[in-house]
């Protein structure tokens, strides 16, 4: 698949082929390692690591191509210093997938002849670069474009020129000429705008890059959905040296999810699709969302209002809520138990003003919440959580403040010693030794009678 990309004048519609390509090798990929991990399932324990490799490479080669192809929406302005990579290795990525699928269809051979004799060939063909190795070059190759495509300071010049050499052997050595027209500008150092390192971090780029501390599976998953408006490539109007803050993949990236901050202003945009279904996400992945999303569009320009619905997440129940000093501000804080999963989740949202509601931080209560030491009472309105991660959706919250002791422990500050007992009793671990009765959590309604001595979290 040799393919070349004309590129109109900045502003005019581009012409998507090679994006479009990335999509087609993607569905290709996908197909490929589906049909290797039937194989593996046929294979002796001996003969499957390689194998397992090789199919571990090409779904991060499936992924990376749909992430190529969704990052070109964003930075269209660089998309031509990217076609001529990508006419480099489309190509030759193309063969080696239908290169697999030929061998995997031979029916003269078993299936672990058919698996020895495709590595084993193929290995031969690229010079001894082992079957799996080659997918890890494509994937390094994919990995340099995308930077490149992104301004990522990670981007390497150098590494990319030596895995371009590589493929381009393996294209001869696979009798697969050179493209016959440069596709895009030839990237040098003078092409590239100098990128420095951008030492401020948006929230929303380190929610979903924080480990999950449980995962627990939707229960009667149903398939997501996107309702657009959708759009052609090239004709979405994002502004030029806009930021990627996250993009998440849903059912296995048939839908992504995207959001960025303005190129203009840097004000957070909401994501680019709009999807009305995540379920076949975890139930922690699909609560990261939807605070991201709601936090985004709380702080957005053009967001006039919120309707009360919007803060409301199907599927949950309020088990407690009451008011804490949280960083030296007043927030509300709310147990939710979701009624699918049986998760329990810490939501913590502004208590007034004109981002009442909106989220500032989340926690899941794990098992760790059963130890009898997770949960310790310092005064009449202090709760000292010893293991808790946050997931934050404020620029400006500064969750160290609320650390304390050696251990790191969260300390949550009530304004009321009624409200500290209700949620202390909420997480009674009964003590094995304690002949009495646990104690029942009993209802709890906050009654706040001074007014903050600060304003509400921004």
């Known amino acids: 698949m040799e393919v070349t990309l004309p590129v109109e004048d900045a502003g005019a519609t581009v012409d998507a082929h090679l994006l479009k390509g990335c999509c087609l090798e993607a569905e ?93 060939e193929m290995t031969n063909e690229a010079g001894g670069l082992q079957l799996p190795q080659r997918f890890v070059v494509y994937n390094h190759y994919l990995t340099a474009i995308r930077n ?62 924080t480990p999950l501390p449980s995962r ?46 303005d190129g203009r202003d840097g004000s957070p945009l909401p994501p680019a699709s709009n999807i009305l279904h995540g379920w076949t996400m975890t139930w922690e992945e699909l609560i990261l969302m939807y605070c991201t999303f709601l936090a985004l569009k709380s702080r957005n320009a053009l967001t006039v209002q919120l309707a009360t619905k919007e803060y409301a997440l199907k599927g949950e129940r309020k088990l407690f809520q009451a008011a804490i000093l949280d960083d030296g501000f007043k927030h509300s804080l709310v147990i939710y138990e979701d009624r699918h999963t049986g998760g329990r989740r810490i939501h913590v949202a502004v208590y007034e003003g004109e981002l009442r509601q909106c989220p500032v931080w989340t926690a899941f209560v794990t098992h760790q919440s059963s130890s009898p030491t997770w949960l310790k009472r310092v005064s009449r309105k202090r709760v000292r959580l010893a293991d808790v991660q946050l997931y934050v ?6 969750q160290q403040t609320q650390r304390k002791g050696t251990g790191g422990s969260f300390e949550l500050q009530f304004y009321s010693e ?18 009495s009765r646990p104690i029942t959590p009993r209802p709890y309604t906050p009654r706040i009678a001074s007014r903050p001595t600060t304003p509400g979290r921004a």
């Not at 490799?53 to 192809?69: M, W």
């Not at 959905?225 to 109007?237: I, K, Q, V, Y």
């Not at 959706?393 to 500064?398: A, C, D, P, V, W």
């Not at 009624?418 to 002949?435: G, R």
């Open 216 to 261: 627990s599976p939707m229960k009667g998953g149903l398939p997501s959905e996107s309702f657009g408006p959708h759009r052609p490539w090239g004709h979405l109007t994002i502004p030029i040296n806009s930021k990627v803050l996250f993009r998440r993949p849903i059912d296995d990236d048939k839908i992504s999810l995207i959001a960025y901050s």
């Open 393 to 398: 959706f404020s620029q400006q919250y500064r």
């Open 28 to 120: 290709r990929s996908d197909s490929v390692w589906l049909r290797l991990e039937g194989l593996f399932q046929a294979l002796p324990e001996a003969n499957r690591r390689q194998l397992r490799s090789l199919i571990d490479e090409i779904r991060t080669t499936s992924l990376i191509l749909r992430e190529l192809a969704d990052l070109s929406q964003v930075h269209q302005d660089r998309v031509p210093l990217v076609l001529d990579p990508l006419n480099t290795i489309l190509p030759c990525l193309s063969r080696s997938l239908r290169d697999i699928v030929t061998h995997y269809e031979d029916r003269n051979l078993t299936k672990v002849n058919r698996w020895r004799t495709m590595f084993h």
């Open 418 to 435: 009624e409200a500290a007992q209700s949620f202390s009793d909420l997480f009674y671990v009964p003590q094995k030794s304690n002949t």
């Open 148 to 209: 490149l495509l992104s301004r990522s300071p990670d981007f390497d010049l150098k590494m990319m020129e030596a895995f371009r050499l590589q493929i381009m052997n393996l294209r001869e050595a696979r009798g697969i000429p050179p493209p016959p027209i440069q596709a895009g500008p030839v990237v040098h150092y003078r092409t590239i705008a100098p990128i420095g390192k951008d030492t401020s971090v948006h929230w929303a780029e380190q929610v979903f890059s």
